[in-house]
């Protein structure tokens, strides 16, 4: 995971992997052409100029996992969900890394 994990928040390797294996809700907040480049099976794309407008689309969901292409702008969109209430967001860093996870 990295320094990035330790600046803006994210946690331990191991709940990251639980969090995937365990069906979280996977959003990609890079922009639609570095998702269309390459992205994770089954993750939503909501850059992160959106996520603020895009609420609806987290509710209800048991864990939010959100990553970008160094974990930057994952980290801002952690802190905005986490400002309209959610409590359940894990910053899981780059696209790969969660990619990764899911390949094991």
Request: with cysteine; proline share 2%.
């Amino acid at each position: 995971m990295g320094i990035f994990n330790s600046i803006f928040g994210g946690n331990s390797n191991e709940k990251l992997i639980a969090l995937v294996k365990e069906g979280a809700f996977l959003v990609d907040v890079r922009s639609p052409g570095e998702f269309a480049d390459g992205n994770v099976k089954g993750s939503v794309n909501i850059p992160l100029d959106q996520v603020q407008n895009q609420l609806a689309k987290f509710k209800g969901k048991d864990n939010i996992v959100v990553f970008c292409r160094s974990g930057s702008r994952s980290g801002q969109a952690k802190s905005i969900l986490e400002q309209n209430g959610f409590t359940n967001v894990t910053n899981g860093g780059t696209w790969q890394d969660v990619n990764n996870i899911l390949k094991k």
